[in-house]
């Protein structure tokens, strides 16, 4: 995303040219941000040759997950639908991993019959259904087992996953038991020990004391695992003065861990590859100007975006055509949703606006369209992709009279 001559672009193609065509609120995505990133990953990790398995939750649209398996990554799932997509899009099973607190029979039944690389067991009665099934199939079953470390990320709580009173993982007391008794069971094979401790980690401390609980642990149970995954969680930049994750010294650390434990890695990265190549264009309906508040009421809702909303998330607001008249007073930017909560931003100051004018919301590629919804019986928006000068639409607008 760039301006030339005060007009944005994403690649070669004009934000204003792109709502006319297809309206707006509109996700747009690049196809060589998204390319970059995954470039960028491999090589800030290129001394592990680790398996990447893309979060598959992070956005789940069809196109974007061909890009991605073209690309060598693999896929980390949490539902029968999402591991029925990534195995429509041509995935190999042996790239991917299915985890979460939840799997029912039915899920657990179809990761075990298409043979995917691990299921990450996360309940001892999890273990149990899956005994169950690998027992009536008198086959072994490749399992991870998922530990909740009890580590702070330091991140927000709403996407915090590896405090002991988070839902999610086994604790290290009760994982060491666990491990004694699969390793006695007749159908289940212990590949690997996962942990996962949240999102959007800009500090690299966090994971250094995950990986010295995890090497205590290995100690503990005295098993060879062929695996250890380490989720992902790994931060980008929202806003202007926002930290981002130091991967050097995060893969540093993790070379350090493999020397003294033969092992292989698996990371589960989303936000990472998809978060800062897509933006929300959005058009403003009014402009309401209040005694100490500029109100820019724009097209775009919570029910299209939901991060701030839902976790007081931060993203940029860029005008789609720039002037250089600063208006100094607190704008806030929102949506029409019939909610307080329905807010995108707030800045003290910024450009003199005008109804009708464009906006970018940006880094919406993760968790954007994903956790879209139909409240207040909105439609979804239209999602395109933007290769250089062509664009390609890989969702179409929701049409009201589908919903009515």
């Not at 747009?28 to 970059?36: G, P, T």
């Not at 919570?302 to 720039?322: C, F, Q, S, T, W």
């Amino acid at each position: 995303m760039k301006y030339k001559n005060k007009k944005l672009y994403i690649e070669n193609v004009s934000i204003e040219k792109l709502a006319k065509k297809y309206g707006t609120p509109l996700y747009c995505y690049s196809f060589n941000k998204i390319k970059d990133n995954i470039a960028n990953f491999k090589n800030n990790f290129k001394s592990i040759n680790p398996t990447i398995c893309f979060s598959v939750k992070s956005n789940s649209n069809i196109h974007l997950l061909k890009i991605i398996k073209k690309m060598g990554l693999g896929a980390d799932v949490v539902s029968k639908g999402e591991l029925l997509k990534v195995l429509k899009v041509g995935m190999e099973p042996k790239k991917i991993v299915f985890s979460g607190v939840g799997k029912d029979y039915d899920e657990l039944n179809l990761a075990i019959k298409k043979k995917i690389l691990l299921i990450n067991v996360e309940s001892e009665s999890e273990i149990k259904q899956i005994e169950k099934i690998a027992n009536k199939r008198k086959i072994k079953v490749n399992i991870g087992i998922r530990l909740n470390p009890d580590i702070d990320p330091l991140t927000n709580s709403k996407i915090s996953t590896g405090r002991k009173e988070d839902k999610f993982g086994i604790s290290k007391k009760q994982l060491v038991k666990i491990v004694k008794k699969i390793k006695s069971s007749k159908n289940l094979n212990l590949q690997c020990l996962s942990v996962h401790i949240g999102s959007q980690i800009t500090n690299y401390k966090p994971y250094s004391k995950m990986l010295n609980v995890i090497e205590n642990l290995i100690k503990k149970t005295k098993h060879n695992f062929n695996y250890i995954d380490l989720g992902g969680g790994m931060g980008i930049k929202y806003e202007k003065n926002s930290k981002e994750l130091n991967y050097k010294k995060y893969s540093s650390l993790i070379s350090r861990f493999l020397k003294k434990n033969k092992t292989k890695i698996i990371f589960e990265p989303g936000r990472s590859i998809i978060g800062n190549a897509g933006i929300l264009i959005s058009k403003i309906t009014y402009i309401k100007d209040a005694i100490k508040i500029k109100f820019v009421i724009m097209d775009a809702a919570m029910n299209d975006l939901i991060r701030p909303a839902l976790y007081g998330a931060k993203h940029e607001i860029k005008a789609v055509k720039k002037n250089n008249i600063k208006i100094n007073k607190l704008h806030e930017f929102v949506g029409p949703v019939c909610e307080t909560s329905d807010k995108f931003s707030s800045l003290k100051k910024y450009q003199k606006l005008h109804e009708n004018d464009l906006l970018a919301i940006y880094d919406v590629g993760a968790y954007g369209m994903a956790l879209s919804s139909n409240y207040n019986l909105r439609t979804k928006p239209a999602e395109i992709l933007v290769n250089r000068s062509r664009v390609k639409v890989i969702t179409k607008r929701q049409l009201i009279k589908n919903l009515i």
